[in-house]
């Protein structure tokens, strides 16, 4: 409270009596506060608190640091999640290509041994003077023979050497894909975006290899051969106005000459590697058809042989049995199915790669892409070639001569 004080002297002398006595009078009047405080006052009376920007930083700060650590804990979940269905198809393709392969030794077995029994059959048969021992032996040869031809058409059908091909290359393929999950889990820094490629590949992977027999089995003898696709096809990402290349320095370990080495190499992949495995591929798929038919038609022709009677109805037989032996024995002995599919599935590797160079290429944003150094490595150890190699490879190349073909490995 202010103070006011009024001294005796400031009045007339006529009334100072008691001059020698000072009389002070005080006086209180309220101090008025100032307007901040007064709106400090008001906003506190209304129970309203007011947070300035330099308090409200560390909060969002704060809340943003949640969220993404929320949201990486969750895809790690769901990666983790993944995994262990990835693990579970590794195993369970395993065990079912080791079965489809104990298919194709079985059933090859056998075949040749009732074949091989069946024409023993029809030989004796021309040896027996009549009665029952030669019906028996016409009819015995001539029941194993036709079951030989039904189990050659299912087997032709099915191509157990080919099925097993199929789950023993899905199994390393989902092998490999638990292998990358686990190093973005602990390399890298998961995201629902990498949660959502996982589940894609997992995807493509059940449609390229498929368990089942009935309904979704692979074409064992299409129209057309393509190489094999195991994964997501992606789209292609939308072109960005600014370039890399023109001088481009350095950046993120890429730089021009990188650039044109990647697209030499896929040019090299394209026309040689890619180009040659589908004309193998074609070229033993023509040869498999044709041992399917030989093989029923062989048994088929040498059950009608051991039917009939004479002696040439009995070479029929005997011969018949002999050559349907050594075709099934080519056929599924040799694994020619299982053939196709090899020459098959590494065109598809080439096309995968150029496939993965060409998106890398476009990304136009060079920094989201992989690091061009390790990119490069990567490229050369699936070529089987050294850095020097793989850069010899695209320095040297010239569409119109030919070339040595870009992998080392097949």
């Not at 096809?233 to 106005?241: A, D, G, N, T, Y």
């Not at 590797?349 to 998106?359: D, G, K, N």
């Amino acid at each position: 409270m202010a103070t006011i004080q009024v001294s005796a002297s400031s009045f007339p002398r006529d009334r100072t009596s008691a001059a020698s006595k000072t009389r002070e009078s005080h006086i209180s009047v309220p101090k008025l506060p100032c307007a901040g405080n007064l709106i400090h006052e008001l906003n506190r009376r209304n129970r309203l608190q007011t947070i300035n920007s330099a308090e409200m930083k560390p909060l969002i700060s704060t809340n943003m640091k949640n969220e993404e650590a929320n949201g990486n804990w969750k895809a790690v979940e769901e990666l983790y999640a993944i995994m262990e269905a990835v693990a579970d198809r590794s195993e369970m393709h395993k065990n079912i290509g080791v079965q489809r392969d104990n298919w194709n030794r079985l059933l090859l077995n056998s075949v040749n041994g009732m074949t091989v029994t069946a024409a023993t059959m029809a030989g004796l048969a021309s040896l027996t003077g009549g009665g029952a021992p030669l019906l028996a032996l016409k009819l015995s040869s001539t029941l194993l023979y036709t079951a030989a031809t039904g189990i050659l058409m299912v087997m032709n059908k099915i191509q157990p050497s080919q099925l097993a091909e199929e789950q023993r290359n899905a199994a390393r393929l989902f092998k490999n894909l638990h292998q990358q999950l686990k190093t973005v889990i602990k390399v890298g820094r998961p995201s629902l975006n990498d949660v959502k490629a996982a589940m894609e590949k997992v995807l493509a992977l059940d449609k390229a290899y498929p368990l089942p027999l009935l309904g979704t089995m692979l074409e064992k003898f299409p129209e057309t051969v393509e190489p094999a696709v195991w994964w997501p096809r992606e789209q292609q990402r939308s072109q960005q106005e600014e370039t890399v290349g023109g001088g481009m320095e350095i950046n993120n370990g890429w730089s021009e000459k990188l650039e044109e080495e990647m697209r030499e190499v896929v040019g090299v992949l394209k026309r040689k590697d890619a180009a040659e495995y589908v004309r193998l591929s074609k070229l033993v798929l023509k040869v498999n058809k044709i041992l399917a038919i030989c093989g029923p038609f062989l048994t088929g022709v040498a059950a009608v042989g051991s039917v009939l009677g004479g002696s040439w109805a009995v070479a029929v037989g005997v011969v018949g049995g002999a050559l349907a032996t050594v075709v099934n024995t080519v056929e599924h002995g040799g694994q020619v199915g299982m053939v196709f599919e090899m020459y098959r599935s590494t065109a598809g590797l080439f096309q995968l790669m150029e496939e993965t160079i060409e998106s890398t290429l476009e990304e136009k944003d060079v920094g989201e892409r992989e690091n061009g150094e390790l990119f490069e490595m990567k490229v050369a150890l699936q070529l089987g070639r050294s850095l020097p190699g793989l850069q010899n490879l695209a320095a040297t190349h010239s569409p119109s001569s030919p070339r040595e073909f870009a992998s080392k490995l097949f």
